[in-house]
């Protein structure tokens, strides 16, 4: 049994478009404003809104790299590399070689950086919270779902 497609409506139209009524404008708006005031949330701890990314992902575990890192951010490895180079400076990671197989650099979070990472949750969640005022529960929760939504017609799209 196959998944039945989406019914397509007509929502914009080229002969009225406007860009700022665009869900592409809107979202890109939303995520800049919420970046930047996670940005400013992490400032007392010198991360920028880039940096703080990789160092969670590393705190979960599962043994990332630099190129699994920049695929799940959407960045190049080169970027990526010059991003753990700064966390290395910062003393937030260590980079060390594998024993298993020596190609591969084992990214691990030092005392500094698991401290660290316990903490940006609590700033994100703060900076989040405050982005949602006056939104109820149900709205919180058919906000997620519409936005799951748009991500899964990415891949029923033709």
């Given at each position: 049994?196959?998944?039945?497609?989406?019914?397509?409506?007509e929502f914009y139209r080229?002969?009225?478009?406007?860009?700022?009524?665009?869900?592409?404008?809107?979202?890109?708006?939303?995520?800049?404003?919420?970046?930047?005031?996670?940005?400013?949330?992490?400032?007392?701890?010198?991360?920028?809104?880039?940096?703080?990314?990789?160092?969670?992902?590393?705190?979960?575990?599962?043994?990332?790299?630099?190129?699994?890192?920049?695929?799940?951010?959407?960045?190049?490895?080169?970027?990526?590399?010059?991003?753990?180079?700064?966390?290395?400076?910062?003393?937030?990671?260590?980079?060390?070689?594998?024993?298993?197989?020596?190609?591969?650099?084992?990214?691990?979070?030092?005392d500094q950086g698991r401290?660290?990472?316990?903490?940006?949750?609590?700033?994100?969640?703060a900076v989040y919270n405050?982005?949602?005022?006056?939104?109820?529960?149900?709205?919180?929760?058919?906000?997620?779902?519409?936005?799951?939504?748009?991500?899964?017609?990415?891949?029923?799209?033709?």
């Amino acid at each position: 049994m196959s998944a039945e497609k989406p019914t397509v409506h007509e929502f914009y139209r080229g002969d009225n478009w406007s860009a700022e009524e665009s869900i592409g404008y809107l979202l890109r708006t939303t995520v800049s404003t919420l970046m930047r005031a996670a940005e400013t949330a992490m400032r007392p701890y010198g991360l920028t809104s880039v940096q703080w990314a990789p160092l969670m992902i590393i705190s979960r575990g599962g043994n990332p790299t630099a190129a699994s890192l920049a695929r799940d951010l959407n960045t190049d490895t080169g970027a990526m590399t010059r991003m753990l180079d700064r966390l290395e400076s910062k003393g937030l990671l260590m980079r060390s070689r594998s024993s298993t197989d020596r190609r591969v650099v084992e990214l691990t979070l030092t005392d500094q950086g698991r401290e660290l990472t316990r903490q940006i949750p609590h700033h994100l969640a703060a900076v989040y919270n405050s982005h949602l005022a006056g939104f109820s529960q149900e709205e919180f929760v058919t906000l997620k779902n519409m936005l799951r939504r748009i991500i899964a017609n990415r891949d029923t799209s033709t």
